[in-house]
């Protein structure tokens, strides 16, 4: 099910035809995964700005909320976002106070080391509700968003394994 941005009448795919190929924009997987995208940061953003988060910061605390003091390309690597837009993400995650970065003394001072803030880990406590409040604004039942959930995973990672 797809949605017009500006329109609120859900809009149902055709089925493609017997040759398997799409032929209306709906049809498409991509387009699909892609509004789906939309519609879900939009959801979230709503969510967050109370919070003075945008959803790409807010993916980030989770990463670092499951297991703090990260370096830079940990933190990319897991939230899939290039270094140079990371970098400028976390510079204002900085600015904010939520996290601290440090080059790596022990290890390579060429690594940068991200660790939460004590208003960081508050943060956390403040957000605890945004997940259930997104499942249930979703009206979908937990069982069938973790299968979904799986199976877009499964999709990323054939997706990823495609690009040359």
């Given at each position: 099910?797809s949605k017009d941005m500006n329109d609120q009448t859900p809009v149902m795919p055709d089925e493609p035809p017997a040759g398997g190929a799409p032929e ?79 080059r790596d003394t022990g290890h390579d001072e060429r690594r940068v080391r991200i660790s939460l803030t004590e208003q960081g880990r508050q943060l956390k ?40």
């Open positions: 099910m209306t924009i709906d049809q498409f997987l991509c387009f699909a995964l892609y509004s789906a995208s939309l519609a879900m940061t939009k959801l979230y953003q709503s969510r967050l700005k109370p919070l003075g988060l945008t959803y790409p910061q807010y993916l980030v605390l989770l990463v670092l909320w499951e297991k703090d003091n990260l370096t830079v390309s940990e933190v990319g690597a897991r939230v899939r976002l290039d270094s140079g837009t990371l970098s400028q993400l976390l510079k204002r995650l900085e600015r904010s106070g939520i996290i601290c970065r440090q406590v403040t957000a605890a509700g945004v997940p259930a409040d997104m499942v249930s604004v979703m009206d979908t039942a937990c069982s069938e968003l973790g299968d979904l959930t799986s199976r877009v995973a499964t999709l990323r990672e054939k997706l990823l394994r495609a690009l040359p």
